[in-house]
């Protein structure tokens, strides 16, 4: 990828780190901490690589005893090969996030004949076994989008809609949510969706060609900031179009992810507005459910003690954590991961 598309910040070096298999098990753990496989999805976003240092801190705050962890580096065969070698080291419990979500299906029914518990973070498998998935409710993510970028263009205009992968249900979810709201509340604006599949060299020719053939377009919505968030404003600016917020010819800009990248945007007025998924706890509750699978813990659907709400899905529970919307009111928030982010 043309470093020019995608920001290689400090977090990507220590994700390098923990990426290598080679982080410090809590070996001083009582015998009845059971082992915890642990799969790192990828390593080429801001938002993954906040993910694996909050993924480090946890295991040494919770006294996880976990095994070396892995990076499938959003290979679901990289991801398959991983599990075995986890399973092979004896984990009694494993937290993976699959990118691809239907074909990690006969993974997950293996570990489940096995009786090896999975936590799925960030994304929900579509059949499978899963002993909890801890993931924010991303057709909020995409409604929350649509209304604020809805409101803010007077419901009137063209957007532009920057999509993850269609094959994940994160991708999905977000584009099914957003362009309903639009049709539903906003149908005078005229939604231009491009597909990229989570990659951002993708997103930037897709979105300069756009811009070639729709000068019109006032909006945008980028369904991760930590993929989007660089290669769309330098093709702005390149442009001549990164304006700051309130003056004239700003183009709209609302992202999904929390990232501190987006929190500085918001604050320069390169765009308006995010979508905080939390990435601390993400890593925080994936090893805390996978901890309690592991010792044979179960749980009910319901409101949780961490504000949040655990529903029924068809292949096990899902822990929806909630994910504020960031403008420039609340973006110095320090309850917001973005803020306490190295």
Request: proline share 6%; charged share 20%; aromatic share 6%.
């Amino acid at each position: 990828m043309n470093p020019h598309h995608l920001r290689v910040t400090a977090a990507v070096a220590g994700a390098a780190v923990l990426a290598g298999a080679t982080v410090a098990c809590n070996r001083g753990s009582t015998a009845s901490d059971s082992e915890i496989g642990i799969d790192l999805p990828r390593s080429d976003s801001d938002f993954w690589n906040s993910y694996a240092r909050y993924t480090k801190e946890y295991v040494a705050a919770q006294g996880i005893d976990a095994l070396p962890i892995t990076n499938s580096r959003n290979s679901v065969g990289r991801l398959v090969f991983n599990v075995r070698a986890l399973e092979s080291r004896g984990a009694k419990a494993i937290v993976m996030a699959p990118q691809d979500t239907g074909a990690i299906t006969p993974t997950l029914n293996r570990l489940a004949s096995k009786h090896i518990p999975v936590v799925s973070v960030d994304t929900r498998p579509e059949s499978g076994k899963v002993y909890m998935v801890v993931r924010g409710d991303n057709r909020a993510y995409g409604t929350k989008a649509c209304e604020f970028l809805g409101k803010q263009l007077g419901g009137k205009g063209e957007v532009a809609e920057l999509e993850g992968a269609l094959d994940s249900i994160n991708g999905r979810d977000r584009t099914e949510a957003f362009d309903a709201c639009m049709k539903k509340k906003f149908p005078d604006i005229t939604v231009h969706p491009l597909a990229t599949d989570w990659d951002g060299a993708v997103a930037y020719v897709k979105l300069k060609a756009l811009l070639a053939k729709h000068p019109d377009i006032n909006g945008i919505y980028l369904q991760a900031g930590g993929a989007f968030l660089q290669p769309t404003t330098s093709l702005l600016e390149e442009k001549g179009l990164l304006k700051p917020a309130g003056s004239t010819g700003h183009i709209t800009i609302v992202s999904n992810d929390g990232i501190p990248q987006e929190f500085d945007a918001i604050r320069r007025g390169n765009i308006d507005a995010t979508v905080s998924q939390p990435a601390d706890l993400y890593a925080k509750y994936a090893l805390y459910y996978a901890k309690a699978a592991a010792s044979g813990k179960t749980f009910k659907p319901g409101p949780t003690d961490h504000g949040s709400t655990i529903v029924q899905l068809p292949n096990g529970l899902e822990d929806q954590l909630p994910a504020p919307l960031v403008t420039k009111t609340n973006v110095d928030d320090k309850s917001l991961w973005g803020n306490n982010s190295q």
